[in-house]
Nanobody, 127 residues
């Protein structure tokens, strides 16, 4: 049974940092691209970042490039999202998702490419 569980969200001041973690179970994490998405109230779900299979390349939305870093932690079986220099526009529920099919070296932030989703974790950036 495929499961994705996000953690690490919370309240942070502008300019601060958070590290989100996506814990995977029920499948071999290294075989699949994993994406991070976010959805703010009244807005569509937005692709933030993704990473290809084990040796695949990362990709970032322009809005987070240079501030966010996605990485795999093989020891913990997680895909993490380090978020620095956070601003109020980053406030949203953050979701991780697994690609529908294995083997993607290049990942996509198109939500239609992903078949399994976590429950989300709230990130609030406010003073």
């Amino acid at each position: 049974q495929v499961q994705l569980v996000e953690s690490g969200g919370g309240l942070v001041q502008p300019g601060g940092s958070l590290r989100l973690s996506c814990a995977a179970s029920g499948f071999t994490l290294d075989y699949y691209a994993i994406g991070w998405f976010r959805q703010a109230p009244g807005k569509e779900r937005e692709g933030v970042s993704c990473i290809g299979r084990r040796d695949g390349l990362p990709h970032y939305a322009d809005s987070v490039k240079g501030r966010f870093t996605i990485s795999r932690d093989n020891a913990k079986n997680t895909v993490d999202l380090q978020m620095n220099s956070l601003n109020p526009e980053d406030t949203a529920v953050y979701y991780c998702a697994r690609a529908k099919k294995p083997g993607d070296y290049y990942c996509s932030t198109d939500p239609n490419s992903y078949g399994f989703w976590g429950q989300g974790t709230q990130v609030t950036v406010s003073s």
